[in-house]
């Protein structure tokens, strides 16, 4: 079970928007909708952010946004913060009844 | 308000067994699957393995496999990692974390516990 692939790193100025890529196999992203994102600061626990592609949880901000096409999802962070400043990761459940966590990116606030 | 509080890391020697533990409160444990999640230092998430409410379904990452058991005792509202023959490789923080399975997503997760694995 390889990690889904995500960039290491992106960066936007204060008030910018970005987009996080999450590109794994028919197997996984592109046969499910059970795709999620996560949030962790540094210390802390993942914070759930969007499930099912593109739904959000009570709490979380509408500037958090989620999509896929095909074998990749996507993660946008509209009107970006400097409390976003994180890691971010996705997930997606597989064919085999398991789940996978993407690489893994870092968000950066110039 | 939902909580899970994990117990049991600590620093062991390659070869050596470990038995980590999940208190939960604050949701029906019996109606949730459940699932444990690692990080290694500095590195990115990784699913371990995940059991059924009645824990009659279990399913684990294909590197834990015939060593790690997960269980659970609703009664005790407690989720549990039994880890075996363990692996410098296996050092993380091991997070457990609530499954909604209908989703498939991970919506409250414990703080973790640090698994230290020498070699």
């Known amino acids: 079970q390889s990690a889904l692939t995500q960039p290491a790193s992106v960066s936007g100025s204060p008030g910018q928007s970005i987009t996080i890529s999450c590109t794994g196999t028919s197997r996984d992203v592109g046969g499910y909708n059970y795709v999620s994102w996560y949030q962790q600061h540094p210390g802390k626990a993942p914070k759930l952010m969007i499930f099912?592609?593109?739904n959000r949880p009570s709490g979380v901000s509408h500037r958090f946004s989620g999509s896929k096409s095909g074998n990749t999802a996507s993660l946008t962070i509209s009107g970006l913060q400097a409390e976003d400043e994180a890691d971010y990761y996705c997930s997606s459940k597989t064919s085999s009844n398991t789940y996978v966590f993407g690489s893994g990116t870092k968000v950066t606030v110039l | 308000e939902v909580q899970l509080v994990e117990s049991g890391g600590g620093l062991v020697q390659s070869g050596g067994s470990l038995r980590l533990s999940c208190a939960v409160s604050g949701f029906a444990l019996r109606t949730y699957w459940m699932t444990w999640v690692r990080q290694a230092p500095g590195k990115g998430l990784e699913w371990v393995a995940n059991i059924k409410q009645d824990g009659n379904e279990k399913y684990y990452v294909d590197s834990v496999k015939g060593r790690f058991t997960i269980s659970r005792d609703n009664a005790r509202n407690s989720l549990y990692l039994q880890m075996n023959s363990l692996r410098a490789e296996d050092t993380a923080v091991y997070y457990c974390a609530r499954e909604d399975v209908t989703t498939g997503d991970f919506d409250y997760w414990g703080q973790g516990t640090l698994v230290t694995v020498s070699s």
């Open positions: 099912d592609v593109s």
